[in-house]
């Protein structure tokens, strides 16, 4: 007899004890379906907010890339002197202005895309330097007058940048 009451206890327990892990094994499913919502819909509102700020940020950077394009920037900035090496320092000095004006905008753009930027910009001053130590120039407007005859003949460093940036921020909004 005492057998029997355990047997039929255990057709009575059984069926309680797999509906029991059914109910659970759908209430963990439930809360993890719950919690992934959760992190999506979050994830779209900072995505939203945060959309325009790297817009923002790759435009500041286009036009950053444009003012240190040579032909643009020696265009722009007449010299003031006919010392050529005043000149250098004064065309170096407003590109080094313009990078710190747009430095905040490295923490809104891909790390590539921010070593391209700043390898732009080093290329571009590197550029004005090695060209102002030739010794065939010998006063301010040689120096822009060969400067911009050298960007005629290759593209700029700038240029690179921005084929570099039009792609990457088609590629996060395609």
Known sequence: ???EKIIELAFYTLPALITGAVAYY???????NEDNRRRFLLMKENQKDALPLRLQA????????ERINPTKLLIRIAPISQNKNDYENYVIAQIEQ??????????YVSEECWTIVMTAKNATIQMIRKT????????????????????????????????FINSEVKSFLA
């Not at 313009?98 to 923490?107: A, G």
């Open 58 to 65: 790759y435009e500041r950077l286009t036009l950053f890339m």
């Open 26 to 32: 759908f209430f963990q499913q439930f809360v993890v």
């Open 98 to 107: 313009e990078f710190e004006h747009n430095l905040t905008q490295q923490i």
């Open 1 to 3: 007899m005492n057998t």
């Open 132 to 163: 102002s130590m030739s010794e065939k120039i010998e006063n301010a407007d040689k120096l822009r007058e060969t400067i911009l005859n050298d960007t005629f003949d290759r593209p700029s460093p700038s240029s690179t940048a921005l084929a």
